[in-house]
């Protein structure tokens, strides 16, 4: 009996088509007519494999399946051939694979993951392996964005563009919108709004490196805040119940007891939707951010955790409020609206000014209090959920430090065959060796990525799983937004954000920063923050 089901195999070959062509109109006319051939219940998933998703952005589930397992299971299979045609699978058949994969936890899961994926990956074909593994590393590599696809949706059911965004910023879904678009039409999408209880995606800032830009991109005048380094949260209220999301949509309501409670009794509307920034405050100083993550995903003690690092909320933006969505009013109204619903202790701080030394003195008030710096706001501009733009403009403290490269990863996804997550070391003077002190892939260019491994290929001195050893001679600029405490490394530190900002091919792998003076900036750095322990 034929199974009824498009077979992943097609998907397969349509992403090879698809990857094939270079005009970005072929591309959106042959994912548009896919859409409308598969069945209706795989809408969803082929949108959201074509957006190099596998499961919706607001659901909890992920494979945790790494580079390492995946060559191995692929490596075990090499040469295997069966004996037997076997029965081919279907998009649904995978994704329901996918989905298994995903749900296994608890003892034992990983061998569970291992198992049900080598079963998976044993009843595909090359091509079928191909995407699959890529879609698992999160890059179907067939140069299709987002935005494409929501074009793509446009092309099939007729909707304009425009109107599937909006619905897609509501929903953050893009198999839904697809689904909801394809198959329900126009008055399905149109009829889209923010349901309270389910987040919608915090919009977001883009980087600026002076005052002065920031009154160039925002012509003049601006609104300036506090930029609290903890994590973003998103309260829905309606009536007495209170749901508190992060910016990855997940929730976390039953950790943040004290956040619930200042929304239960100051924020007396009926139904709203908050966005803020909690942050752990001791002795009247914030608290390091990794003691804000510790305290949110304690589960044991975690009465005494409550106690000793209490939380503190300051909110900055209101989407919702009673039964009407905010988004399209300008910054400075939302702003009018909030500052009527809650006291200024629980908002950030803020400033309006047109004046360079106004700003530059906020600016420094902000480091001086312990934060991160400050985010500056366009005065008329919309909320636009999931957007990062320069509406919203951050301008943090930026340091760096010289470290030598000890060791490198190779890269899966866009980054297949080269070495690209590099293990950083500075000098340990008293053992007279280097450190790790943290890991990263970001910042360089394709061809620096390229011309570093060839060099680091040279250095190799023994390769261990997926991670290279060489000798330490190659020293690159790395730039960190906070030093903190780091149990995992021998060092005792690690950088948090680390990217690398240049290749100091000038400078010699023992002029790289040492340890003792991380430690004396980690130091410094507690100055300004409180430091708990529990
Ligand atoms: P970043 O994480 O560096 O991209 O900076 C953006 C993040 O800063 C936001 O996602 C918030 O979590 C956080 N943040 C802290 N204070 C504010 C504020 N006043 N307005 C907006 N975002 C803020």
Not at 19 to 33: A, T
Not at 101 to 117: C, D, H, V, Y
Not at 278 to 302: E, L
Not at 329 to 343: C, F, G, T
Request: with cysteine.
């Amino acid at each position: 009996m034929l199974k009824k089901g498009t077979l992943f195999e097609k998907f397969s070959k349509k992403c090879y088509e698809i990857e094939n062509v270079s005009s970005r109109n072929m591309k959106i006319r042959l994912l548009s007519d896919f859409l409308i051939t598969v069945f209706p219940d795989e809408i969803a998933i082929v949108a959201r494999f074509f957006s190099n998703r596998i499961f919706p952005e607001y659901s909890n589930l992920s494979l945790d399946i790494g580079g390492t397992t995946v060559w191995k299971v692929l490596r075990s299979l090499e040469g295997q051939f069966s004996l037997f045609e076997k029965e081919k699978l279907t998009i649904m058949d995978v994704y329901t694979y996918l989905k298994k994969i995903a749900e296994t936890s608890g003892q034992g899961s990983r061998k569970r993951k291992e198992m049900l994926f080598r079963s998976l990956l044993s009843r595909l074909s090359s091509i079928e392996k191909t995407y699959l593994i890529r879609l698992i590393f999160g890059e179907l590599r067939i140069g299709v964005s987002e935005g494409l696809v929501l074009e793509s949706i446009s092309n099939a059911s007729g909707i304009p563009t425009d109107k599937l965004r909006r619905a897609y910023m509501l929903l953050g879904d893009i198999g839904e919108i697809a689904y909801k678009a394809i198959v329900g039409g126009y008055k399905n999408i149109e009829s889209v709004s923010l349901t309270l209880f389910r987040p919608i995606k915090p919009m977001l800032a883009e980087m600026a490196y002076s005052i002065r830009e920031i009154f160039k991109e925002h012509e003049g005048k601006t609104a300036l805040e506090f930029k609290y380094d903890g994590i973003r949260v998103q309260v829905h209220k309606k009536g007495e119940k209170i749901k508190v999301f992060t910016r990855r949509l997940n929730e976390i309501t039953y950790n943040v007891p004290d956040i619930v409670n200042v929304v239960m009794d100051h924020a007396r509307e009926k139904s709203l939707v908050l966005d803020g920034e909690i942050i752990g405050i001791k002795d009247g100083k914030p608290i390091a951010f990794q003691d804000v993550i510790r305290r949110i995903r304690r589960q044991r003690d975690f009465y005494a955790y409550l106690k000793n690092i209490p939380l503190k909320v300051y909110f900055f933006d209101i989407i919702y409020l009673n039964g009407e969505m905010i988004i399209e009013k300008p910054y400075i109204e939302r702003w009018n609206i909030l500052s009527m619903i809650l006291d200024e202790e629980f908002l950030a701080k803020r400033i309006i000014t047109d004046d360079l030394r106004e700003a530059d003195e906020f600016y420094k008030k902000a480091i001086l209090n312990g934060h991160e710096g400050i985010i500056a706001k366009k005065l008329d501009s919309f909320y636009e959920p999931g957007k990062r733009g320069k509406k919203w403009l951050k301008l943090k403290i930026v340091d760096t430090i010289d470290c030598v490269i000890l060791a490198a990863e190779w890269g899966h996804g866009r980054r297949m065959g080269w070495l690209s997550d590099y293990h950083l070391g500075v000098y340990d003077e008293d053992k007279g060796r280097f450190v790790m002190v943290g890991k990263t892939f970001k910042g360089l260019t394709d061809e620096e990525f390229e011309e570093i491994t060839k060099k680091l290929l040279s250095l190799k001195i023994y390769e261990e799983g997926n991670i290279v050893y060489v000798q330490p001679k190659i020293v690159v600029e790395v730039a960190y937004s906070e030093i903190q405490r780091s149990p995992k490394y021998e060092s005792g530190l690690a950088l948090r954000f680390a990217r690398i900002t240049r290749i100091r091919y000038d400078k010699s792998p023992y002029e790289v920063t040492s340890l003792r003076e991380l430690q004396e900036r980690f130091y410094n750095q507690l100055k300004f923050k409180s430091s708990v322990d529990i």
